[in-house]
C-alpha cells in the first residue's frame, strides 16, 4: 500500500484532518496526565505506613480536667486491660491517620538557627511503640528508664526513635545514631532508627516528609492522656473496639467519648483517603468519556468520508483494487492521522506536566506514559475506523458505473 | 427567516438522527462535566459575605521576637496586641476570635456532655458578619467587658438539644460555668468559613475542612477564656508555653482581629494605626518587625490563604480540557454533516440564498444541537452535583444548582456549539456552487 496517495486525497480535506490531530493531541495530553495523577493517587493510598494497622485501633475521650488524667489513664487502661481479646493498650498521642498532637518545627542547633524541618512527634507511653509494630532497622528501641515524666507539651533529655527518611533528611549519609535535635530548649538524642512511620495526616505532605516522624517515649500524665492504641487481633478488633467503647461510660463516666476519632485504624485510613479515592473515580470517569467522545468523533468523520467517496472506492474497486486494499487505505488514514496527533499530544502531554508540577505537589511525567499513551489511542483510532472501513470495503466495483 | 432556518434546522437534524445524537451526547457530556465543577468552584471560591465583604479586613502584626528575616506575618496574633488593637475601638466594627473545643451539657436535657466547638468573640461579630438570628440577640459591649455568662447557640445545636424550640432563658453548663442562651442563630453557612481561615496556605492545598459549619456554641470573648482556660491550642509559639493550654500571656499567635471599616480613607487611618501601634511595641521591645503589619480585605484574605482545594480545582481545569475535546469533536461532525449536504445547499444558493444566508442557517442548526445539547448536559449537571452530595466532603451539602448556574449551562452550551458551527458553518458556506448542482 502506497502512502502517498492518501496523504494526497488528506490534503484535500485539511480541516477535517487537523481537527481529528487536535483531538487526538488533546486526548493525549489529558490522558497521559490524568493516568499519572491516578498512578500518583494510587501510590498515596497504599502507602507504606509501618505500623500493624489491622491488628490496632484508637479510643480517644475528651472533656476531663488535668487534675483528672493520671486517674483516668489508669482506669481506662485497667478497664481496657480486661477486655477478652485486648493484647496491649498503650497512651499514645497522635494516631497514625488519626488525631495529630504532636506536629513541631524542629532544628539541628541549640540556638534554633538549623531548621530540621516540620515533623510529627508520637510521644508515647510504655508499650505503645512496640503495639505500633513498626519496624527497627538500627540501634534499640526505648528501655524502661526511657519512659520519663514530663510537665510541658513533651518531655526533655528524651532518647528517640526516628524514621530512616527523617534520619537521611537531616543527616544524609552520616550515622543518625547519637545525634542530637531541639525542639526550642528540649534537646533529644537519636538512639534507634524504625523503617516506617507515617504521620496522623500523609495526604497534606509532599513526597518523603509522609514519613517524617519520631517517636518520643515518656510516662503517661497529664499531657500524654486520652488518646489510647489498642491491639489486638484483626478478627476480635472490631469486637474489642466496640467493647472498649461501651466501657467508656463504666470507667470514665466523666470523660468525653469522640465519636468519630475513635476507631480502627483501617477505617481511620480509609476515611482519610476518601476524598483521593473520590478523585480517582473522577479521573476514571473523564478517561473513559474521553476516548469515547475521541472514537465517536473519528466515527463519524469517518463516515462521512466513506459516503462521500463512494464514487471513487467503486472506481478502484472496478479497475482491480481488492476489498483488503480498501480497507487497508482507511485504517492507514487513520494511522496516519492518528500518528499526527500522538505526536503533537506527547508535547502537549509535557508542557501539561509541567504546568500541573507548578501548581500541584506533583512529580515529573515518567517518559513510558507516552508509548502506553501512543498504543491506546492507536488502538482506539483502529477501532473507531473499523466500521466505516468495513463498510467502504464493502463497496461495490458498480457504483463506479453509475453517474451516482 | 429565523423561523424558517429553525424549522430547516429541524428537519435536518431529524433526518440524520445517529450523527444529531453523536453531537448532542459530546455537548451534552461536556457541558455536564464543566458545570458541576464550575458549580462546585463557584461555591468554593465565591464570596461568602458579598454585602460586606468590601468593609470587612483582616488585621495581622507579627509579634514574634526573634530575630530575623521574614516576609509575612503569622496568619493569626498575639493575645496581648489582640487586645490592644481591639480596645481601642478605631474601626468601625471590630471582633476578636478565638476557638476552642469545650465540654457542654444542658443540665435539663437528658443526653451525654458533648464536646462541640465554641467561638469565642466579641460583641461585634454579630452585626459585622450580618448574622441572622432565630431566637433572642447578641450580646452588648457591656456584657463583653464585664464577662457576662451568656451564650448564643447556632441553629444546629438547637435542634439538637432543644427540637428547635425557642430555648432563649435556658441554661448550658460549659465546663464548670452556667451561661444563660440569649441567641439562637437561623441556619447559617458562610462558604468558606471566612472569619476562621488561617494557616490554609500550609496545608498543601487540602482545604476541604474550611468549608465547614459554624461553631455550636459563640460565647463572650473574656468569657470564653476564663471557662475554658486550658483547652486553647496555639497556632504556633516562638517558645513552648509553660502552661499548655492556657495561651493569655503565651509565647503563641493564636487569635484573630476582624475589623469593619466604611471607606477607604478609614482604612488608610487603620493601617497607619497599626503601623504606629507595631513602631511603638518595637520601641518598648516587644516586636523586632514593626513593618510586617498587613490589613488585608476579606477576599483579599482567601485569595492569599488559597482556600479553594487543589482537588477542587485540578477537577475543574480537566472538565474544561474535556469540553473542549469535545467541541473538538462537535467541529468535525457538524463539518461532516453540513457538507454532506452540499446538494441542497447549492441548491438554495443557486435559487438565491446569499452565502450569509446559508451561514446563518448553518449556524442555526448548530444552535439548535447546542439547546438539546444543553438540555441534557443541564440533567448530567444535576446528576453531578448529587454525587458531589454523597461524597465525604466538608461542602457536600452546598453543592446545589442555583438559577444563574442554570441560565449559565444553557449560554455556555448554545455558545459552545456556536462557536464550533463557525467553522463548518463558513465551510458550507463557501462551497462552490456549480460544482454542487453538477453532482446532483
Known sequence: MQIQPILAALRRHRLATLLIALEIALACAVLCNACFLIANRIALIHLDSGVDQSSLATVQLTGYEDNQANDLNARVLAGFRGIAGMQSVSVLNSIPFGARRGTAGMTLDQAGQKFGGVVEFYVGGPGSLEALGVKLVAGRGPQMDDFQ???????????????????????????PLGKTFWLGDLQYRVVGVIDHLVRPDPGRWPGDSKDWSIFVP??????????YLLRADPKDLPRVLREARDLVRKVAPDAVLDQDGSKTLDDLRTEGFQKDRAMIGMLVGVIVSLLLATALGIVGLASFWVQQRRRQIGIRRAIGATRRDILHYFQIENFLIVSGGIALGMLLAYALNLLLMQHYELPRLPLYYLPIAALVLWGLGQLAVLGPALRAAAVPPVVATRSV | MFGYYLDLAFRSLKRNKVLT?????????GIGASMTTLTV???????????????LFYAQIDPDPTPGDRKEPYDVIDYQSAVDLWSAHRADRQTLIIESPVRMRAPDVNLPAMMPAMASITADFFSMFDVPFQYGNGWTAEDDTKRAQVAVI?????QKLFGGANSVGRTLRLRDTDVRIIGVLKPWRPSPLFYMVAGAHYANGDTADLYS??????????????????????????????HPGHLRNSPCVWVRLWVQLGDSSKVVAYKQFLDGYAAQQKVLGRIVRPQNTRLRSLMQWLDYEGVVPSDVRLQTWLAFAFLAICLFNTIGLLLAKFLRRGGEIGVRRALGATRGAVFAQCLVEAGMVGLIGGIVGWLLTLAGLWLVRQQSVPYADLAHLDASMFLLTFALAIAASLLAGVLPALRASRLPLGLQLKTL
Open chain 2, 213 to 242: 459549619k459554624t461553631e455550636d456554641i459563640f460565647t463572650p470573648f473574656f468569657t470564653g477564656l476564663e471557662l475554658n482556660d486550658g483547652n486553647f491550642s496555639q497556632y504556633t509559639c516562638w517558645h513552648l508555653p509553660d
Open chain 2, 41 to 55: 468552584m463557584r461555591l468554593l471560591s465565591g464570596d461568602p459575605i458579598p454585602a460586606r465583604s468590601a468593609h
Open chain 1, 149 to 175: 515524666a514530663f510537665t510541658g507539651l513533651m518531655p526533655n533529655n528524651a532518647s528517640v526513635q526516628i524514621t530512616r527518611t527523617l534520619a537521611n533528611h537531616l543527616w544524609p549519609g552520616a550515622d
Open chain 1, 218 to 227: 515518656a510516662q503517661t500524665g497529664v499531657f500524654l492522656s486520652g488518646s
Open chain 2, 21 to 29: 445524537a453523536l453531537m448532542v451526547i459530546a455537548i451534552a457530556v
Open chain 2, 154 to 158: 447556632s441553629a444546629d445545636l438547637n
